[in-house]
């Protein structure tokens, strides 16, 4: 499946998934097979199993530098992210009930701090600038008596800009303050570990780093309180209840020793790869802007905005042509409405629907790079000349108020100005701001 994927399809979409490697494969199957044991049995194949589990927690602990008790396994990242930020808040609630996030955050985090606010929680969303950098001066002036965590992503899964996290870090430990951050995009792709970041909790994930889906983990900090969101048997030292999937874990420990191994490598290749695409787009084409820091961003992310162009008609021309990439973030890819990370940076709703995200990754070769810029002009300018999809636009215009009429409770008012929203942007051009 693997050569397949090299010789018929350059995927370029290791931002949303990675395919699983041989290697990791290959060390996983027994544990569906022979050794499939439960890790709680006290029999021979559960010890095994245990032993298994806790070898591999420990490699996983020594690849961003914590130690085994302190990594607790989960079904992803959107669970270690929504245990991130439930735990840690509802363990601290004597302490206080604020917390603080960035706005360009994964909706992992944005969707249970919205979920905490319907708890009691105070949530804080800090603006980005137009590389989607946050300040860590606006944080440390967000932060209150009542602020117990903040959360602030490592880098983007969108637009692949890397925050200030040190800095940031710093600023909470200063005040007795929990940090978090999300590194689920950086975790393989570029070093650190725990300490150097300054995070009192962590999340990863498997799937990322050509491991398997259905396995990430939360790091806390020893010390740190936490308290469970699912209620079992007691699992991970009673923080998460269930039993625990050995093979994905066994196998996310063998994804990370490869990736880390190679990591010197793969850094500078896809690094490599990442600067001479986007200088071999702004070479060739007109209409086209790069998102997020120019520099401070992970090394095989490239996200860009085509002015008169629907991206959704860009992503499957380009699958036509044998090449896969997005329109961003995985999981919003079924929603038509711009990206909230996008906005957020300031690009105005038509530059954010003509905006397509090309990650590179382990499989990913300068050749393909070189057939990309090749067939990519062409099929731009035929996009372009098909114009943008007017249904789809109005739909996202539709979104839009039912976001609005959601938020503000669905009252007369809100919905007359809904609509007057859509008819004003139905009657002549649609996206008239700027960047």
């Known amino acids: 499946m693997i050569d397949n994927l090299r010789q018929k399809y350059i995927y370029l979409d290791y931002a949303a ?28 194949l559960g010890i095994d199993a245990k032993k298994a589990l806790e070898r591999a927690r420990t490699e996983i602990g020594e690849s961003i530098g914590a130690q085994p008790e302190e990594i607790v396994f989960t ?3 959107t669970e270690a992210d929504n245990l991130a930020i439930q735990g840690i808040g509802f363990a601290n609630l004597s302490r206080g009930n604020h917390i603080i996030t960035s706005v360009i955050e994964h909706v992992a985090i944005l969707n249970t701090c919205r979920f905490m606010g ?11 600038d137009c ?10 002036k967000r932060i209150t008596s009542k602020t117990i965590l903040i959360s602030i992503m490592h880098a983007n899964n969108e637009i692949g800009t890397l925050q200030p996290i040190q800095e940031i870090s710093t600023i909470a430990r200063e005040k007795e303050i929990v940090f978090h951050t999300d590194a689920i995009q950086t975790w393989g792709k570029i070093p650190f570990d725990v300490n150097s970041l300054g995070a009192d909790a962590l999340s990863i994930s498997g799937h990322k780093i050509y491991g398997p889906k259905g396995v990430g983990i939360l790091y806390i900090r020893k010390g740190a309180k936490i308290r469970p969101i699912l209620w079992g048997g007691g699992h991970e030292r009673g923080v998460r209840s ?34 001479r695409l986007v200088n071999g787009i702004f070479e060739k084409m007109e ?25 959704q008609k860009l992503v499957l021309a380009l699958d036509a042509k044998g ?12 929603h038509p409405y711009p990206s909230h990370v996008l906005r957020e940076i300031g690009l105005s709703d038509e530059l954010a629907l003509g905006s397509i995200r090309v990650t590179t990754g382990h499989y990913t070769t300068p050749d393909d790079i070189e057939y990309v810029l090749e067939v990519l002009p062409s099929v731009i300018e035929d996009c372009r000349k098909s114009g943008i999809d007017r249904e789809r636009r109005d739909e996202v215009l539709r979104k839009k108020i039912l976001e609005i009429q959601e938020e503000k409770g669905g009252c007369e008012s809100i919905k007359q100005m809904a609509w007057s929203y859509i008819f004003k942007k139905t009657s002549g051009r649609i996206f008239k701001r700027g960047r």
């Open 323 to 334: 090449i896969g990439a997005s329109m961003g973030s995985a999981c919003s890819s079924l």
């Open 287 to 311: 209409g086209v802007s790069l998102n997020g820091h120019p520099t401070e961003r992970l090394p095989g992310h490239v996200h860009l905005s085509f002015s008169n162009l629907d991206a």
């Open 118 to 128: 319907k708890m009691g929680f105070k949530v804080t969303h800090i603006p980005v």
């Open 131 to 140: 590389y989607g950098r946050v300040n860590p001066d606006e944080v440390k």
């Open 75 to 77: 079904s992803g990242g």
């Open 242 to 275: 269930g039993t625990e999937n050995v093979a994905g874990i066994v196998g996310m420990a063998k994804a990370i020793k490869l990736v880390k191994d190679e990591m010197p490598i793969e850094m500078k290749r896809q690094t490599d790869m990442r600067d």
């Open 17 to 44: 998934t990675t395919p699983v490697r041989p290697e990791v494969l290959e060390l996983m199957m027994p544990y569906f097979k022979d050794q499939f044991g439960n890790a709680s049995s006290l029999h021979s």
